[in-house]
């Protein structure tokens, strides 16, 4: 068994822990194309119901200063994000009439 990296109050999305826990967004746009609809149903409709909650847990830390736990569950709402329009809108991990554009982000915002 793998050691946990969310908070426990969030242990029934450790199981998308491994996948979604990542640090950048080119990561995460590349796992999100990489991913069937069915894995972006299941994430979102796991996570997207307690992305207040999750938020409101690393809220109690300073954003400089969160807890391995609390960042790997901000990483996992960030991924949460990026899944969200291709489940609600698109119901496809390609943006709709957005051709092959692409954008590719020089820096990443903190943290």
């Not at 609809?37 to 307690?50: K, V």
């Not at 489940?87 to 991990?93: C, F």
């Amino acid at each position: 068994m793998t050691e946990a990296v969310l908070p426990a109050d969030f242990s029934d999305l450790e199981p998308f822990a491994a996948t979604w826990c990542l640090a950048t967004e080119a990561e995460r746009y590349a796992r999100r194309m990489a991913s069937t609809m069915a894995e972006l149903e299941a994430f979102y409709q796991a996570g997207f119901p307690r992305i207040g909650e999750a938020l409101g847990y690393c809220d109690k830390f300073p954003l400089d200063g969160l807890p391995d736990d609390a960042h790997h569950l901000l990483q996992l709402v960030h991924s949460l994000i990026m899944v969200a329009m291709c489940v609600e809108i698109w119901h496809q991990p390609n943006v709709i009439d957005g051709a092959d554009a692409v954008l590719d982000r020089v820096a990443e915002p903190l943290p």
